[in-house]
């Protein structure tokens, strides 16, 4: 994978990886290593905790050097702590794994690249830095213009309701089929699990679709790009960033997600959920302007606050509003939503 | 005005104005000093125009020296040569200027502060230099919270099609009579004419609606906020512009800006302008998420390329299709679309 910080520098970084745990208090801090490890177990060797780490992964427990020897290319920082600061602890422990030969990737706020002690690690050592929060460099504005392939973005009625789990949930049932399928990242967790990818969230405004473009180029294999959506056409703080991604993404297919039990908008408790058909009618209108073609195709539903027989019912329910096949992508797997998206995409 | 490009830097620059333009070539290349003219004329005390100069401005002739003796605070480069690069006569008359004791502004591509000589001379003076491109840091994320104060949004169906020109005719308008209106800038070129302001196209795509609520806040003496357009929701390169630009504006009024010879969106011949109608309904829906009450009362049109009696014949069919009163702003005022914000918004 191509160091994205640096277009200058030709550097690679890349599994397997070493996932990089910290002194994580509880299992959201952990968050983007878990991701690593569900969706990526063939690239993670081990994991590294401090004697204060609470979660685990249940990987190997090694430290920098063995995992260097195991084989290990690459360190990846996947836990966070408030803020996504940088402790002088996560710090000494960058600057050990390059100084045992690892390259170190992180998905923090604060960036590897911007601590001049581990910049001087990593030049002492030949070694790459990789901040998954950098945007690529040099992206040209979107043009709209329809190119090959097909593509599938994930949209969402709210921020964080599943759609990069489910763009990645569709991505191993369609290999499981034998498709060719790629997973597209747009966030830094998604970046980290996919080695590329940009975050959307932090390009500068005028190239917002330029970027989706970027990410998912044209195709000619007759395989599918599934893309990462990022935030909502009605979340007030970001609707810019999901505009730009759906017109950049130029999508053949979508599918909504959505967390039922969510009582409104993430961050801002006086900002009301949209309604569901108004939500999707919405996505469909807008993703328009650049592919008339889009199909709605189904719908992912976060139903981990439901107890069993309530999230069925909430699947039929949705799935019969939508007229769409409706899952829960870790509870009921997305082999529906894959039969629905070869059935109206056919040719 | 803050130097918003170095937030630690509390110095200030502002008007009285010297208007630089250097060798411009024709009236297009000082588009940015003309509109500053125009709509600023108490501001600017005169023009420095070097021998191969062609256009001008009509203001008094002088140089820097003579300029500063005047009472000029800052010279303003309001003129573009092609790719808005400084070329070394541009570099060494900015360097003339603030060893003369003016301020610096600009709205090039290439900025003041990424030139040392000009930086060294700024220091060397004590001078400000004002890169209208900047964006301000640290501008937090939109919450699209109902706030005070009554705002109206310029929108178009395509860049370029008069949003800027649209503001500033109602804030001229409306001042004159009497009633309390300020133009809100997001542009570079508004950003000069206002002397304040962010320009949304650089800001980091989290923050699009958040810059927009930055330079509309609370306001309390039932004036009017102008706000400059951007883009639109049909352009497939900066729709993510337009909305995070919507949101955040909460706009009470939307005045729908349009040129009526445009054969294509701007920059992408493939793509066909939106059908009015639609287009002001999707700006329409989109503004309700943050505020139900928006409403749309006026269209303003370019009819530059359209003779006089056609020019007329537009208004009044477009007007009656869109059921609002519509003008040019320039060959017939905004007399119309003020009486009908007034009347539409009375409350």
Redesign the interface.
Known sequence: MSNAADAALPAHWGPPYLLYLGSAADDLAIKTARGLAHWRPDWCIGQYRRPDCKPTLGLFEMNMTRARSEGADTMVIGAANAGGLMSAEIVADAIAALDAGLNVAAGLHQKLRENPDIVAAARRNGRVLFDARDPIRNIP?????PRAGRRLLTVGTDCSVGKMYTALALERAMRQRGLPADFRATGQTGILVAGSGVP???????F???AAEWISPVRLDGGWDLIEGQGS??H??????????L??AQPDALVLCHEPTRQHMRG?S??PLPELKLCLE?NL??AR??NPAVKAVGVALNTSGLARAEAAAACRQIGDLLELPCQDPVTMGVEDIVDSLLARCAN
């Open positions: 504005v979107g043009t709209g213009r959307i969230d932090a390009v500068v405004a005028d917002i679709s330029g056409l009605f007030p703080s970001y609707a810019g960033v999901s505009l730009g991604l017109h950049g801002l006086d900002c919405a209108v807008a302007l650049t």
